[in-house]
């Protein structure tokens, strides 16, 4: 076999979607997945992989790839190999039985951030005309929900990064409240840390010195949960000390006067005694932003992933506003979206409460044109369902979902109280999940479907900075593999509403741009050789003589009135606060070599290596009062599990907090312990802030011995 022609694609990892060339030779080796990896530049993105990237290919050929569909028989029996057909008509029976005992919504779905948009959008389709249930959302919820919301009522529109990449990385100075991109997206650390004037400068919000806040000028290191009293703090500096852009906000804003009281009773000493932060480093990092030419505000999942999380985002962009940063050419507020498709995602129908083009179910005139696309009557269009955790906590309980259908998530690992999830899920009449690989979900389902990945499909992603990009197919699926559009094809084949699906994701793209036409995502002039020809295409594009959006808000707001919203909010401890039994914060992350669940990244040989294993970051002066040792087993208590993972001391942590990732299942899966309580507004979970106490595990083995005794 002679090598075969480049195909130019895209990282099938975080939302960055660095640019690739993929060439299939038989020369690089089963570790490489039979493929030459090189990265392109693409966009304002310089050609840099990270060693997720470098490594991707390898899963192509991996021996932990899923080849044919799987079936259980019975519960506690062995998943088998089965024809497509037997999966379909086993899933097929099932839903037919239980949604005529219990009715449609006794089915519901759960979606990924990291389908292409086609697969997104087609996965809301399903649901709501084939299934025809209200339940169905996906695990965005826990990574961009609140900072889509905040931006929501503030500028009126959510768009992750209103502004392209080379915009951050020509800014004076940037603000970066809760994100670690050295290790979560490493190529983007090129962007924030830019040569920037003696004057600028990247300042970091984060409980730990992160590689990135090493990185920084200045970095904010509050306790964890303290995040919205600290912009708060800032905002009153903003305002007390003259900084604010008096003339933008009278021209451009609303509800300053709102605002303004709450900021007032947050001065510098009292900020420092709820937040850790020194009053001088507040300071300093309001004169920085408010003094600089060009200015970035940016958020991540540490600020976001709270019960408070839309508040604590709408604080910052508060800030921003009172500095007249948001629609300012070369200034602005952005959220840093984590999941490959985390933005498009949510704009096309798999979230609980959206139709495509970024519509709410629940707008009349919205049902309408997206039920004229489909087809169907907008009556028989359900409601809105309730969010991914509300959804997964009622699984198999009365009048919830029997029966769940997964794609592209691993909620076993990445849900918060996961030990809770797994047992709603081994509740329920039939779980279905389709995969690449045997998941700890797919490990408990009931029919496992292998499913095609990205090197073997064609689609679109939508990047961090509202950018749709093109996927591009290397070669076809292996075995019996089929692509998601083909499974969800099938299914609805077996359910006898096939022509509600398309498998090609020309034609979905196509169907996709006329749902969302008109929609505040609006794709309706954006198509396949647009992309080609132009590296990509930002929304809004409503029609194909338009340019694209690539910067927002420069004349006016997506608001009635065009401008920007201040929204009053108030700071409130974290939901869970230490105590005596739990007198430690635990916050939880990334590592540089995995991603999110871990369920393909674990599988490569080189990032297993790499980061072979959970463990627990502990300050020495906490781990001295505990008796632990580098390396010593520490079992983490909080009030809904515990996990045992080996100590790692470091001093970039603050004393009272340590630190988890998540990646991993097993003793040290970090999700037993987080709080699944959620933010109001957004419904998402409380993943960076519980309570915990520390057990050394040679110390809880002797003393239950000398109690036994």
Known sequence: MSDSAPVATHCPYCALQCGME???????????????????????????????????????????????????????????????????????????????????????????????????????????????????????????????????????????????????????????????????????????????????????VDPRRTPTAERARLHLQPTPGTDLALALGMLHVALVEGYADTEYVAARTNGLAGVRPIAMSYWPERVERITGVPVAQQREAVRLL???????????????????????????????????????????????????????????????????????????????????VWGVDPADLPGPGPSAYELLDSLGRPGGPRVLLVFG?????????????????????????????????????????????????????????????????????????????EIMAGL???????????????????????????????????????IDAEGGVFWPCPAPAHPGTPRMFLDRFATPDGRARFVPVDHRPAVEDVDAAYPVYLTTGRVLAQYQSGAQTRRVAALAQAAPGPFVEVHPVLAERHGIAEGDDVRVVSRRGVAVAPARLTETIRVDTVFMPFHWPGSGRANVL????????????????????????????????????
């Open 22 to 204: 993929l060439r299939a030779t038989p020369d690089s080796g089963p570790a490489s997945g039979g493929v030459l990896v090189a990265p392109r530049a693409h966009g304002d993105n310089a050609a840099a992989l990270c060693q997720k990237g470098w490594t991707a290919a390898s899963l192509l050929t991996s021996s932990d790839r899923l080849r044919t569909p799987l079936v259980r028989a019975l519960r506690g029996e062995a998943l088998a190999p089965v024809s497509w057909e037997r999966a379909f008509g086993t899933v097929a029976a099932t839903i037919a039985r239980v949604q005529a005992e219990h009715g449609p919504g006794a089915v519901a779905v759960l979606g990924g951030g990291g389908l292409t948009n086609e697969k997104a959008y087609v996965l809301g389709k399903f649901a709501r005309t084939v299934l025809r249930t209200p339940n169905i959302d996906y695990n965005g919820r826990f990574c961009m929900s609140s900072a889509a919301a905040a931006a929501n009522r503030a500028f009126g529109l959510d768009r992750g990064l209103p502004f392209p990449l080379g915009d951050i990385a020509a800014a004076d100075v940037v603000l970066l409240v809760g994100g670690n991109a050295a290790e979560t997206m490493p190529p983007f650390l090129r962007v924030l840390t830019a040569p920037r004037p003696d004057t600028g400068g990247l300042i970091v």
């Open 674 to 709: 987080t709080n699944p309580v959620l933010d109001p507004t957004s419904r998402m979970p409380e993943f960076k802030v519980c309570a915990v106490r520390l057990e050394p595990v040679g110390r809880v083995v002797r003393e239950r011995a000398e109690a036994s005794r």
């Open 290 to 372: 408010a003094t600089a030419g060009r200015a970035m505000v940016l958020t991540g999942r540490g600020a976001e992933q709270h019960a408070k999380g839309t508040d604590t985002v709408s604080a910052f962009v508060n800030l921003a506003l009172a500095l007249g940063l948001p629609g300012t050419p070369g200034s602005g507020y952005g959220c840093l979206t984590g999941q490959g498709n985390g933005q498009g995602g949510r704009e096309h129908g798999q979230k609980a409460d959206q139709l495509p083009g970024y519509r709410r179910i629940d707008d009349p005139a919205a049902r309408a044109h997206v039920a004229a």
């Open 492 to 530: 609805a084949d077996a359910l006898g509403r096939g022509p509600a699906v398309e498998t090609e994701p020309a034609r979905v793209f196509a169907e996709l741009g006329r749902a969302s036409a008109g929609g505040p995502a609006d794709y309706a002039g954006i198509s396949y050789e647009r």
């Open 409 to 485: 998530t691993n909620p076993v690992v990445s849900a918060p109280a996961a030990a809770r999830v797994e047992e709603r899920l081994a509740a329920l009449d039939l779980l279905v999940v389709a995969d690449l690989v045997r998941s700890e979900t797919a490990d408990l389902a009931d029919v496992v479907l292998p499913s095609a990945q990205w090197a073997e499909e064609d689609g679109t992603m939508t990047n961090l900075e509202g950018r749709v990009i093109r996927r591009r197919r290397l070669r076809p699926p292996p075995g019996q593999v089929r692509t998601d559009l």
